[in-house]
C-alpha cells in the first residue's frame, strides 16, 4: 500500500477463494492496486504468477519459509536469472529459526510469543492484570515500514550497483525492533530514575502484598506532568510535558500555578546531570520523575485547574502555548476529525463495495507532491491479461551489464550518504540511526545546554544514536552558526523533527537551506502534520500525545478510563522508520530524477498505520465496538465460547 502510494504499479495476487481475512480494511490496503485471482497450486496459474513476476521490479510475498519455493517460485533462480529484480519476504518467523519458522504466525501468535503481552508496563502490573492484549497490530505495522523503507533503499543500492537484492523481514524481528526502547537494560541507574510506580511495585513484591491497586488509585502514582486529568466536559486531557525544562514551565504558567509554586519553595537545580548529592536543591522542573512530595503537590492543584475547562478547550490552550497536551478522543473522532480531513491525515476513496470511505492519508510524503497522494485510487480487480498489459505499460529496470562483477564487490546500500541529524528524544534519532545501519553516515548535532532530563537526552540516547558521530553547537552564536552552516555543506541530507512553524527560524526552509547547500535534502518528522495544514498542524507532542488524541489510549484502557498503552516508543519507533523511509525516498529521487526533495511524516501517520484495522469510517460501518479495555481479552474469550 505504501509503495503503491508512492506511486509504483502494484499487482496484488489473491487465491480463486479470495484473501483468508475479509475486513473492510482490506479497502484501505489494496488501495491504488490492481488484484488479479491467481491459483498458484496450478499449472496454469504458476505460469501466470512468473509472467507477471519477469515484468516487475520488485516481488513481495509472505509465506512461511520455503513455502513459496514448493509452489514454483524460487527467488534465488529468479535473481540468478535476472540479477535487477528485488525480492522481499516477511514469514512470521526467519528462515534460519528451526524452532518456530513454519509456525502459521498470526499477529496474536507473534506478540503473545515475543512476550508483547506479558510486558505491558507499570500500570497493568499494579492492577494485577497480565498479561493484557493489545487490539493494536504492532507486529505487522513495524515489520510494514521496515518492509517499505529496506525495499526503497534496496532500489537506490541497485542504481548504483546496478543489481537488486534479496530481503526478509521476520515479522517476530520487526516487532522486537520496534520495541526495543523497552529491552533496555542499564546497570547500577541512579535511583532517582524509579518512579512512583516502580518504588510501589518494589514495595509490593517485599511485602507479598497483592497486586490490586484500582485505576482510580493508579493516577495518583503518575507524575503530574504524565497524566490523565477530568476537565469539565467529564472528559479528559492527558497532559506530557515531564523531563523538559520549558514545556512543564509553560503547563504551570497557563494553568496559573507557576506564581503559586515558587512562593511554596519549589525549587530548581540548574544542572541534573550532576549525581543528586552534588544538586543545589531538592528537584526541579524538567526532573523525571519528580519525587512523591512535589508530585503530589502539584498533582493537587493541577486536577482542580483542569475542572475550570473543557477538554477541547485545554487543547487549545496547550497547543497555541506550545506544551504537549492532548484531549483523549476515540478513533471514530480521530477519523472524523476536521484536524485529519484539512491535514491529508485522513483521506477519502470511492470503494466498489463500501461506497465513499474514509481512510488513513499517506504515511510519508514529498512537500513538493504531497496534494497528488490524497485523491487515492479504489482498488480494482482485473483479469490476468489486463493485469499483465498493465505491467508491461511500466518499464521494468533491463539488465544491468557488468552485474557479476558488481555482486562480487557489494557494499552497503547506502555507502557514500551523509546525514546531518538535528533531531531529539526518539523518532528522530531513530530514523537516522536506522539509515545508520545501511552504511550511512550520521553527523548528530546537540544543544550545548540540554533541555531534556538525562533519562531522556542520556539514557534514550545510548540506542538512539548507535552509529553516530556528535558535536555540540550551539547555533544561536556566530561562530555555531558558521559550524552548522558548514556541517550542512557537507552533507547530502539535513533531518529534523520539528512542528512547521520552527522551519523558518532555524534557517531550514528551502529558500535558506538551498543556499547554503544546492541541492541538499531534506526530511522533517513531527506530531500532527500531514500533507497539507490543518488547524493543528504546529502543535508539539509526543508519542503519547498522538495516543491520546488518535484513540489509543481510549482502546487499550477504555473510554472511561484512558490508559496510555504501555510500550515505550509505541508509534516513536514506528515514525522513525517511516522517516527512514522519506530520507531514502528522497535519495532514490534525486538519483533517478536529479531534483532535490523535502520528505516529511508524522507519529499521526504512524498512528493511523498502528490503527489500521479500525481507522476508517463508512454510511452503514458497523459500531466502533472493536475489542478494548483491560477485560478485552476476556471478552474474546467469552466470545470464542459462544461461537
Given at each position: 500500500?505504501?509503495?503503491?502510494?508512492?506511486?509504483?504499479?502494484?499487482?496484488?495476487?489473491?487465491?480463486?477463494?479470495?484473501?483468508?481475512?475479509?475486513?473492510?480494511?482490506?479497502?484501505?490496503?489494496?488501495r491504488?492496486?490492481?488484484?488479479v485471482?491467481i491459483?498458484?497450486?496450478?499449472?496454469?496459474?504458476?505460469?501466470?504468477?512468473?509472467?507477471?513476476?519477469?515484468?516487475a521490479?520488485?516481488?513481495?510475498?509472505?509465506f512461511?519459509?520455503?513455502?513459496?519455493?514448493?509452489?514454483g517460485?524460487?527467488?534465488?533462480?529468479?535473481?540468478?536469472?535476472?540479477p535487477?529484480?528485488?525480492?522481499?519476504?516477511?514469514?512470521?518467523?526467519?528462515?534460519?529459526?528451526?524452532?518456530?519458522?513454519?509456525w502459521?504466525?498470526?499477529?496474536?501468535?507473534?506478540?503473545a510469543?515475543?512476550?508483547a503481552?506479558?510486558d505491558?508496563?507499570?500500570?497493568?502490573?499494579?492492577?494485577?492484570?497480565d498479561?493484557?492484549?493489545?487490539?493494536?497490530?504492532?507486529?505487522?505495522?513495524?515489520?510494514?515500514t521496515?518492509?517499505?523503507?529496506?525495499?526503497?533503499m534496496?532500489?537506490?543500492?541497485?542504481?548504483?550497483?546496478?543489481?537488486?537484492?534479496?530481503?526478509?523481514v521476520?515479522?517476530?524481528?520487526?516487532?522486537?525492533?520496534?520495541?526495543?526502547?523497552n529491552?533496555?537494560?542499564?546497570e547500577?541507574?541512579?535511583?532517582?530514575y524509579?518512579?512512583?510506580?516502580?518504588?510501589?511495585?518494589?514495595?509490593?513484591?517485599?511485602?507479598?502484598?497483592?497486586?490490586?491497586?484500582?485505576?482510580?488509585?493508579?493516577?495518583?502514582?503518575?507524575?503530574?506532568?504524565?497524566?490523565?486529568?477530568?476537565?469539565?466536559?467529564?472528559?479528559?486531557?492527558?497532559?506530557?510535558?515531564?523531563?523538559h525544562?520549558?514545556?512543564?514551565?509553560r503547563?504551570?504558567?497557563?494553568?496559573?500555578?507557576?506564581?503559586?509554586?515558587?512562593?511554596?519553595?519549589l525549587?530548581?537545580?540548574?544542572?541534573?546531570?550532576?549525581?543528586?548529592?552534588?544538586?543545589?536543591?531538592?528537584?526541579?522542573?524538567?526532573?523525571?520523575?519528580?519525587p512523591?512530595k512535589w508530585?503530589?503537590?502539584?498533582s493537587?492543584k493541577?486536577k482542580?485547574v483542569?475542572l475550570t475547562?473543557?477538554?477541547?478547550?485545554?487543547?487549545?490552550?496547550?497547543?497555541?502555548?506550545?506544551?504537549?497536551g492532548?484531549?483523549?478522543?476515540?478513533?471514530?473522532?480521530w477519523?472524523?476529525s476536521?484536524?485529519?480531513?484539512?491535514?491529508?491525515?485522513?483521506?477519502?476513496?470511492?470503494?466498489?463495495e463500501?461506497?465513499?470511505m474514509?481512510?488513513?492519508g499517506?504515511?510519508?510524503?514529498?512537500?513538493?507532491?504531497?496534494?497528488?497522494?490524497?485523491?487515492?485510487?479504489?482498488?480494482?480487480?482485473v483479469d490476468?491479461?489486463?493485469?499483465?498489459?498493465?505491467?508491461?505499460?511500466?518499464k521494468?529496470?533491463?539488465?544491468?551489464?557488468?552485474a557479476v562483477?558488481?555482486?562480487?564487490?557489494?557494499?552497503?546500500?547506502?555507502a557514500?550518504?551523509?546525514?546531518?541529524d538535528?533531531?531529539?528524544?526518539?523518532?528522530?534519532?531513530?530514523?537516522?540511526?536506522?539509515l545508520?545501519?545501511?552504511?550511512?553516515?550520521v553527523?548528530?548535532l546537540?544543544?550545548v545546554?540540554p533541555?531534556?532530563?538525562?533519562?531522556?537526552?542520556?539514557?534514550?540516547s545510548?540506542?538512539?544514536?548507535?552509529?553516530?558521530?556528535?558535536?555540540?553547537?550551539?547555533?544561536?552564536?556566530?561562530q555555531?552558526?558558521?559550524i552548522?552552516?558548514?556541517?550542512?555543506?557537507?552533507?547530502?541530507?539535513?533531518?529534523?523533527?520539528?512542528?512547521?512553524?520552527?522551519?523558518?527560524?532555524?534557517g531550514?526552509?528551502?529558500?535558506?537551506?538551498?543556499?547554503?547547500?544546492?541541492?541538499?535534502?531534506?526530511?522533517?518528522?513531527?506530531?500532527?502534520?500531514?500533507?497539507t495544514?490543518g488547524?493543528k498542524?504546529?502543535?508539539?507532542?509526543?508519542?503519547?500525545?498522538?495516543?491520546?488524541?488518535?484513540?489509543?489510549?481510549?482502546?487499550?484502557?477504555?473510554?472511561?478510563?484512558?490508559?496510555?498503552?504501555?510500550?515505550?516508543g509505541t508509534?516513536?519507533?514506528?515514525?522513525?522508520?517511516?522517516?527512514?523511509?522519506?530520507?531514502?525516498l528522497?535519495?532514490?529521487?534525486?538519483?533517478?530524477?536529479?531534483?532535490?526533495?523535502?520528505?516529511?511524516?508524522?507519529?499521526?501517520?504512524?498512528?493511523?498505520?498502528?490503527?489500521i484495522?479500525?481507522?476508517?469510517?463508512?454510511q452503514?460501518?458497523a459500531?466502533?465496538?472493536e475489542?478494548?479495555?483491560?477485560?478485552?481479552?476476556?471478552r474474546?474469550?467469552?466470545?470464542?465460547?459462544?461461537?
Amino acid at each position: 500500500m505504501i509503495l503503491a502510494d508512492l506511486g509504483a504499479t502494484v499487482i496484488h495476487i489473491d487465491p480463486p477463494t479470495g484473501p483468508q481475512w475479509q475486513s473492510p480494511a482490506n479497502a484501505v490496503l489494496n488501495r491504488n492496486k490492481t488484484t488479479v485471482t491467481i491459483d498458484l497450486k496450478s499449472d496454469q496459474g504458476l505460469v501466470q504468477a512468473l509472467t507477471l513476476i519477469d515484468h516487475a521490479d520488485i516481488v513481495l510475498e509472505s509465506f512461511r519459509p520455503g513455502v513459496l519455493k514448493r509452489l514454483g517460485i524460487d527467488f534465488a533462480q529468479l535473481r540468478q536469472a535476472r540479477p535487477e529484480l528485488i525480492t522481499i519476504s516477511m514469514p512470521g518467523y526467519a528462515s534460519n529459526d528451526q524452532l518456530r519458522s513454519q509456525w502459521k504466525a498470526t499477529e496474536a501468535i507473534v506478540a503473545a510469543n515475543s512476550g508483547a503481552f506479558t510486558d505491558m508496563g507499570f500500570n497493568r502490573v499494579l492492577m494485577g492484570v497480565d498479561p493484557s492484549f493489545s487490539p493494536l497490530s504492532l507486529c505487522s505495522a513495524y515489520a510494514t515500514t521496515l518492509a517499505a523503507s529496506s525495499v526503497v533503499m534496496a532500489l537506490f543500492a541497485r542504481e548504483k550497483l546496478g543489481v537488486g537484492d534479496h530481503i526478509e523481514v521476520p515479522i517476530v524481528a520487526a516487532l522486537m525492533e520496534g520495541l526495543s526502547y523497552n529491552s533496555i537494560v542499564i546497570e547500577d541507574l541512579p535511583k532517582r530514575y524509579l518512579t512512583m510506580r516502580e518504588h510501589e511495585i518494589s514495595h509490593r513484591k517485599e511485602n507479598n502484598l497483592p497486586m490490586d491497586v484500582s485505576y482510580d488509585d493508579l493516577q495518583e502514582y503518575l507524575d503530574p506532568f504524565y497524566r490523565t486529568y477530568k476537565c469539565k466536559d467529564g472528559r479528559f486531557f492527558y497532559v506530557v510535558c515531564p523531563s523538559h525544562r520549558n514545556h512543564a514551565k509553560r503547563c504551570l504558567q497557563v494553568t496559573g500555578l507557576y506564581d503559586e509554586l515558587l512562593a511554596e519553595g519549589l525549587p530548581e537545580v540548574h544542572n541534573l546531570h550532576l549525581p543528586v548529592d552534588e544538586w543545589d536543591d531538592e528537584t526541579s522542573i524538567g526532573v523525571y520523575p519528580l519525587p512523591k512530595k512535589w508530585a503530589d503537590i502539584i498533582s493537587a492543584k493541577m486536577k482542580q485547574v483542569f475542572l475550570t475547562k473543557t477538554s477541547e478547550e485545554w487543547g487549545v490552550i496547550f497547543g497555541e502555548g506550545q506544551i504537549p497536551g492532548a484531549p483523549h478522543r476515540t478513533t471514530q473522532e480521530w477519523v472524523n476529525s476536521d484536524h485529519c480531513a484539512q491535514a491529508g491525515l485522513i483521506v477519502e476513496v470511492d470503494d466498489p463495495e463500501y461506497g465513499m470511505m474514509k481512510q488513513p492519508g499517506p504515511m510519508v510524503w514529498l512537500e513538493e507532491s504531497a496534494e497528488q497522494m490524497l485523491q487515492p485510487r479504489a482498488r480494482v480487480t482485473v483479469d490476468f491479461e489486463a493485469a499483465l498489459a498493465e505491467l508491461s505499460e511500466v518499464k521494468a529496470t533491463p539488465p544491468p551489464t557488468g552485474a557479476v562483477a558488481a555482486k562480487d564487490n557489494r557494499q552497503a546500500w547506502l555507502a557514500g550518504v551523509k546525514i546531518l541529524d538535528l533531531t531529539n528524544v526518539i523518532a528522530g534519532p531513530h530514523s537516522a540511526a536506522f539509515l545508520s545501519r545501511f552504511g550511512a553516515e550520521v553527523i548528530k548535532l546537540d544543544p550545548v545546554t540540554p533541555l531534556y532530563d538525562p533519562l531522556i537526552g542520556t539514557v534514550y540516547s545510548f540506542q538512539a544514536n548507535i552509529g553516530k558521530k556528535s558535536a555540540l553547537v550551539d547555533i544561536n552564536t556566530e561562530q555555531g552558526r558558521d559550524i552548522f552552516h558548514q556541517l550542512i555543506r557537507s552533507v547530502d541530507l539535513v533531518l529534523i523533527n520539528a512542528p512547521e512553524r520552527q522551519i523558518v527560524p532555524l534557517g531550514l526552509d528551502e529558500a535558506s537551506l538551498q543556499a547554503v547547500n544546492p541541492g541538499v535534502l531534506f526530511c522533517r518528522l513531527d506530531c500532527l502534520g500531514g500533507p497539507t495544514r490543518g488547524p493543528k498542524t504546529d502543535y508539539i507532542g509526543y508519542d503519547d500525545i498522538i495516543q491520546a488524541n488518535s484513540g489509543i489510549m481510549s482502546r487499550f484502557g477504555g473510554p472511561q478510563t484512558p490508559e496510555e498503552h504501555a510500550h515505550l516508543g509505541t508509534l516513536d519507533v514506528n515514525c522513525g522508520f517511516v522517516g527512514g523511509l522519506g530520507m531514502a525516498l528522497s535519495l532514490y529521487h534525486k538519483m533517478r530524477t536529479g531534483r532535490h526533495s523535502r520528505a516529511c511524516t508524522s507519529l499521526s501517520a504512524a498512528t493511523n498505520l498502528a490503527q489500521i484495522k479500525f481507522a476508517y469510517d463508512y454510511q452503514g460501518r458497523a459500531p466502533f465496538d472493536e475489542a478494548s479495555g483491560r477485560d478485552a481479552f476476556l471478552r474474546n474469550e467469552r466470545r470464542q465460547f459462544i461461537y
